[in-house]
């Protein structure tokens, strides 16, 4: 199972993305995927070149659209593992709205988002994961906006699957990409992934310094939506880990009345004449 291809990445020397690329590699193989099971379907940024350095189906989509696109492919081939992913730009700012109906909508696709709370792909600007304060080329004074808590945010939308991690623990992010695949509707995986280049406040030392891992609360119950929610605000935001996973509540395909169980690109899509003048006639 070969998920890696002879694409040379160009993100920065030491950018966090390369963890979560080799990380989402290594997740599909341990999950026994192959190739041609799996799609990749990214948005626009630096992270959103990851769909082309990954060997299996992949689309580098529009800013703030992975989501759509990826709940597209889904539908129409349910056979498919479905990963999208995007930067906190791309999916906190542009995209939230996707996000957050994605998210409510719960059909079977993991979220990666690689937030290092900053535009990279267009030379350091401030985003919504960038803390109140934070200088940049559009904020020469500091931000002004309150930082947005995704985590939050997912848990109040009726997120099954809430995760968070960081590049330097591949082991971790592997691991928690993994029970993402492997779980049965929406999974979003937040991963606080430096830019090098940019962002020099949110450096590897700094979230090396600021993480809580949730490896510290040994009787933390990940099942527990309120605890989940209280854990969160009181690591203000940087927990690490599985924090929050509902496996009862079905998928979007399962509730769906009338989802075919073939998927719709196995079926024959072809309408005979007469359905076809049929239909023009109920148009007409
Ligand atoms: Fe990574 Fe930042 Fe370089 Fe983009 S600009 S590739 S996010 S280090």
């Known amino acids: 199972k070969e998920f890696r291809n002879n694409v040379k990445p160009n993100w920065c020397p030491g950018c966090g993305d390369f963890s979560v690329q080799a990380a989402i590699q290594r997740a599909a193989a341990n999950v026994g995927l192959e190739p041609e099971q799996l799609a990749v379907i990214s948005g626009i940024g630096c992270s959103g070149r990851i769909s082309g350095y990954i060997n299996a189906y992949g689309l580098h989509g529009i800013h703030g659209r992975s989501l759509p696109i990826a709940q597209g492919v889904k539908l129409a081939n349910r056979e498919l593992t479905v990963i999208a992913s995007g930067g906190d730009g791309d999916g906190f700012a542009i995209g939230m709205g996707h996000t957050v109906h994605a ?3 719960n059909l079977d696709i993991t979220y990666i988002v690689m937030d290092n709370q ?8 401030t985003s ?8 940049t080329k559009s904020t020469p004074e500091g931000s002004i906006e309150s930082t947005l808590s995704p985590l939050e945010i997912a848990l109040s939308a009726g997120a099954t699957f809430v995760a968070q991690s960081f590049s330097s623990d591949l082991k971790q992010l592997t691991s928690l990409i993994e029970q993402g695949l492997q779980h049965k509707g929406f999974s979003l995986i937040n991963v606080f992934s430096p830019c090098v280049t940019f962002n020099k406040i949110n450096t590897y030392d700094w979230f ?5 891992n949730l490896e510290q609360f040994p009787d933390y119950d990940p099942s527990n939506r309120v605890a989940a929610m209280t854990k969160i605000m009181e690591t203000n935001g940087m927990l690490t880990g599985l924090i929050y996973q509902n496996k009862e509540r079905k998928s979007y395909e399962d509730l769906a009345v009338g989802f075919k169980e073939e998927a719709l690109s196995k079926q ?11 239909l023009l006639t109920e148009f007409k």
Request: hydrophobic letters at 30%; a positive charge.
């Open 118 to 125: 900053i535009y990279g792909l267009t030379k350091g600007q």
């Open 208 to 212: 090396k310094e600021n993480i809580v």
């Open 128 to 135: 919504p994961r960038s803390a109140e304060g934070f200088k």
């Open 268 to 278: 024959d899509m072809m309408l005979s004449r007469q359905d076809f003048d049929k």
């Open 103 to 105: 998210i409510r909508r």
